[in-house]
Every structure is written in C-alpha cells, then in structure tokens.
C-alpha cells in the first residue's frame, strides 16, 4: 500500500495531494497531516468520525486505524513523515493520541510543505503543529498491534497484492473462520473482497497518476488477477476506466 510501502523509510518526509478522497480504513508507521484545502473530508480515526473542513487539519499518529470520505468536492494536501523526522515530539508522546486531532492551519504553512525543499523550513512547521495538537491535550493510546482491528488492517496492507482469503487470514491470525467473518461485517463497511479491492485500486491509482507503467504491469503489480478483472472492477469504482483515468477525462 502507498502510505506505508513508500512512506514509513528513515527520515522520510513526502507531500501528496488527493482530489476527493476516498481512502479505505488502514495505518502506517508514519505520522500523517491531512490538510483540507478544499471542500469537506470525514475522517474516521480509530472508530471515531472527525468532519475536518476547509482550511483546518487532522493529525494521524503512527499505527492509528484511520479512513478518509469526502462530504463534498474536495482537495486534500497529505503530508507523511517518519518518526524519526520529528524525534524529539515521538519520544515524548509515541505511547500517547490526540485527543482532538483537528485544528486550524495556515495556508502559507501548507504551501511550504508542498513546496519546500528545505528540511529546516518543512520541520519548523511540523513542529508548530504538534504543539498545537499537544496544547490540544494527549492521552494514552491504546495498546498497538495487540487488538483484531489492527491485525486485519496490517494483515491485508501486507498481503493485498497476493490472492488472499478471509479463510486464508483466519488460519493466518488463529481465529474462527466464523468469528472472523462476523467480526470483519461488525467493524467494516464493505465484505472483505471489496476491502482488498479498494486497497488494490489505491495503489493502482498511486501508479497510473505517477508512473508510466502501462496499465496490464500496473493491474497485476496492484494485486489484480487478469487486466480485464481490474478494468471492470476500477470502472465500477470510479466510473472511468483506468486508461481514462491516467488521461484526466
């Protein structure tokens, strides 16, 4: 998965901006900022629905179950850094949440993040705002990487490329086929092929708007089984297939 395949390296710091996001609930070893520049986006963090309206933010910790909706049309600028690009704030609070992850942003800091190539200037910013989330308030998190929650999210991040099964992650994690189907129905929007679907079509389209890898590499690198499975399943989703897609129509 793009977040955390390509985002999660060693003194790592990226920018990304995402038209009306759709994003399937998922987590990652690095910090994340979501900026509303445009519109409205619902986050979901850890269970809870946050609104997070334009030009205000929401702060994501490492290993935070998170999802993103667009309310409305949106533009969001996505900022991604490692833990140790912001040492000092992880090692003070890496057992701690927010308690309220959003606040308001200034457009002028949003735009050197995106532009900046100066590491000083793009930390002195982030900085900013993990003081803002910290006068926010802090309590302890939960315990990471223990609950079923997360062991499915990290279980289907590692393996959505491979042909796997809610069967196949049962024996995997040691549950019940049966308890883990009704779980997975309590606590997920959608049947498990759809998830690894969305997770599959994320990274799909990461690589159609980045790369130029043609579009059979890209179906079969993002998990797909045969390019016709991917055009049918990525129409569906977005109402273009991916060649129309890539081309912005």
């Known amino acids: 998965m793009y977040f955390e395949a390509k985002n999660s390296k060693f003194n790592h710091y990226a920018d990304i901006t995402i038209d009306n996001i759709v994003c399937v609930p998922h987590c990652h070893t690095s910090y994340e900022i979501l900026f509303a520049v445009k519109g409205k986006i619902r986050a979901n963090i850890g269970g809870t629905d946050y609104t997070v309206s334009e030009n205000n ?12 909706l667009s309310l409305e049309d949106s533009r969001a600028e ?19 949440a927010p308690i309220n992850p959003v606040f308001p942003f200034n457009i002028a800091d949003e735009r050197v993040l995106l532009r900046s190539n100066s590491r000083y200037e793009i930390k002195s910013i982030l900085y900013k705002y993990c003081a803002v989330i910290t006068n926010n308030g802090l309590e302890l998190s939960p315990k990471k990487n223990e609950d079923l929650l997360t062991k499915i999210v990290l279980f289907t991040q590692k393996n959505f490329k491979n042909n796997i099964t809610l069967k196949k992650m049962a024996n995997e994690l040691g549950y019940s086929y049966n308890y883990l189907s009704s779980y997975f129905k309590a606590h997920f929007a959608c049947g498990f092929s ?56």
């Open 57 to 68: 933010a929401v702060m994501i910790f490492p290993m935070q179950i998170h999802s993103y």
């Open 194 to 249: 759809a998830y690894v679907n969305k997770l599959r079509l994320e990274e799909s389209v990461y690589m159609l708007k980045r790369t130029d890898r043609t579009i059979t590499d890209i179906a079969y690198s993002s998990g797909f089984t045969s390019v016709r499975r991917f055009n049918d399943v990525f129409k569906n989703e977005y109402n273009l297939s991916p060649t129309e897609y890539r081309n912005g129509k």
């Open 78 to 96: 996505i900022s991604i850094f490692s833990k140790d690009y912001i040492a000092d704030f992880y090692a003070e609070t890496n057992d701690k």
